[in-house]
Nanobody
Framework: QVQLVESGGGWVQPGGSLRLSCAAS????????MAWFRQPPGKEREFVAA????????NYGDSVRDRFRVSKDNAKNTMYLQMNSLKPEDTAVYYC???????????????WGQGTQVTVSS
């Protein structure tokens, strides 16, 4: 059974930074893509970023492209999301996911973490 555990969420002031981690365990194929999604309060879940080792590629949602960076440490089987220049509109529950398709659509991902709250406010 694949398990994903997010950590690193919390409260930060506007303009600050946070780094989220997503540790994967279980039989996760190396070719699986990993991604971050988020769900702001009262809104639909939205794509944040994805990484594919197989393709050697990363992808970002438009609203975070110039501020967030996704990476993966294969030795630790952990994905990271470095979030800089945070804005109040980045407030959301952040979820990591993994699946066989490198995609920005949440339906394409098979396994999900429980989520971690990020709150950006003064």
């Amino acid at each position: 059974q694949v398990q994903l555990v997010e950590s690193g969420g919390g409260w930060v002031q506007p303009g600050g930074s946070l780094r989220l981690s997503c540790a994967a365990s279980g039989p996760t194929p190396s070719y699986y893509a990993m991604a971050w999604f988020r769900q702001p309060p009262g809104k639909e879940r939205e794509f944040v970023a994805a990484v594919s080792e197989t393709l050697g590629s990363t992808n970002y949602g438009d609203s975070v492209r110039d501020r967030f960076r996704v990476s993966k440490d294969n030795a630790k089987n952990t994905m990271y999301l470095q979030m800089n220049s945070l804005k109040p509109e980045d407030t959301a529950v952040y979820y990591c996911a993994t699946g066989q398709y490198y995609s920005s659509a949440d339906d394409d991902y098979d396994y999900w973490g429980q989520g971690t709250q990020v709150t950006v406010s003064s």
